[in-house]
């Protein structure tokens, strides 16, 4: 009987062979590498290399030069975007060569909060931020498409700019004259990168920034070389032809091995899947507690984002429990209800009333449910 399976068996695997060798053959793939050599480590390389063919000296540092000219242009990329990446002296230096007639390109408001001017997200998801359309901007005579994140924007308060450019989504570029010298904040730079700069009309909106309103002596873009490339910034390589599968090389010198190991492998899985002696009976159910239910019952709401639905039924019983015992304290404001409950609990009145009235932050909430159990106990 065994022989008969093993012969069954040597048949079917040998069918299944001559039909994957006539079926499968070797093919080339193209398979994301990411890139490479400098343009792994600056982002901006290809805006570098736009700027030089087009006839402006440009040069990436990890500094602030020292040598800047006020004809100059001066962008600000990466962590020099923080406001801890700069020094009091260092902002103070940038501050004087705008008003000297530098130009300063940033995608930040926290350098110049002069400006005052705030940078918000709408919330956007993935798929949402991929189907915005680009903004049309008309920054000189031709019309450009700029492809902006559409999960950034900006706004300002007092200090009204000369240019704003804006779309659905909010506003995404203001320029500043400041002194002799110019401001120019976006909501973000990633155009500019080396996977973006190629798309829409992203180059040509660069070089116009660059050199707004004056021709640009020379072009600096600070940025720190060892910045992680964002996911998407890759290039593709061809593997060879040529270079056969593990699983082919497999096959081909150790075929015998494999079919060996295969029947093996059948065999101890039949064997396996008898079963020797009765089959055990199923251990009793144990009953949960009702406050295990309770507990799971609050902790799926507070996965699901539902901490006011836990907050609410809190301060129904609270209320609910005051009305047994001072039902005439109902009656009274929120700040006269809170004082009343302060004496009796001695808590502070205004933290009470947060209790009572206040919102559903992660914090708030945990002290929340402290007062409001605290005073029931007190009740």
């Known amino acids: ?27 080339s793939e193209s398979v994301e590498i990411g890139y490479e050599g400098e343009a792994r480590d600056n982002p901006l390389l290809a805006a570098e290399r736009l700027l030089e063919r087009m006839g402006t000296p440009v040069k990436s540092v990890e500094f602030l030069p020292d040598e800047l000219d006020t004809q100059d242009t001066l962008i600000l990329y990466g962590r020099f975007l923080n406001e801890d990446a700069l020094s009091e002296e260092q902002i103070q230096q940038l501050i004087y060569w705008i008003e000297e007639g530098g130009h300063l390109i940033l995608a930040s408001e926290k350098l110049f909060t002069v400006l005052d001017i705030k940078q918000y997200q709408n919330g956007l998801n993935e798929a949402e931020i991929a189907q915005a359309p680009p903004t049309e901007i008309f920054f000189t005579e031709d019309s450009l498409k700029v492809a902006f994140n559409p999960d950034y924007y900006l706004e300002y308060s007092d200090y009204e700019p000369a240019l704003e450019i804006s779309d659905e989504y909010g506003s995404h570029l203001l ?8 401001i120019t904040v976006l909501s973000d730079l990633a155009f500019i990168e080396n996977d973006k700069i190629g798309e829409y009309d992203h180059a040509q909106f660069f070089w116009e ?64 899947s008898r079963r020797f002696g009765s089959v055990l ?51 009274l404001s929120q700040l006269e209800l809170s004082q009343h409950l302060a ?30 159990t605290q005073i029931g106990k007190k009740l």
Not at 290 to 301: K, M, P, R, T, V
């Open 1 to 27: 009987m065994q022989r008969i399976i093993l012969l069954l068996l040597s048949i079917v695997l040998i069918l299944i062979s001559y039909w994957f060798y006539n079926n499968f053959k070797i093919v």
């Open 175 to 182: 320029i500043y004259y400041y002194g002799t010298g110019l």
């Open 343 to 372: 004496q009796l609990c001695e808590w502070p009145a205004d933290e009470i009333e947060k209790a009572l009235h206040g919102n559903k932050a992660a914090f708030a909430f945990t002290r929340a449910i402290q007062i409001i």
């Open 281 to 331: 009976p199923d251990p009793p159910r144990a009953r949960r507690r009702l406050l295990e239910h309770i507990e799971a019952s609050g902790h799926f709401l507070w996965r699901h984002n539902q901490a006011q639905v836990l907050l609410d039924s809190a301060r129904q019983a609270l209320l609910k429990r005051l009305e047994s015992v001072h039902p005439d304290w109902l009656a």
């Open 209 to 272: 920034l660059v050199h707004l309103e004056r021709q640009a002596a020379h072009v600096w873009l600070l940025h720190s070389q060892m910045e992680e490339m964002p996911p998407e910034n890759s290039q593709m390589e061809e593997i060879p032809p040529n270079v056969p599968s593990l699983w082919l090389l497999l096959w081909k010198n150790m075929w015998t091995v494999i079919i060996s190991a295969t029947i093996l492998l059948l065999f101890w899985l039949w064997s396996a």
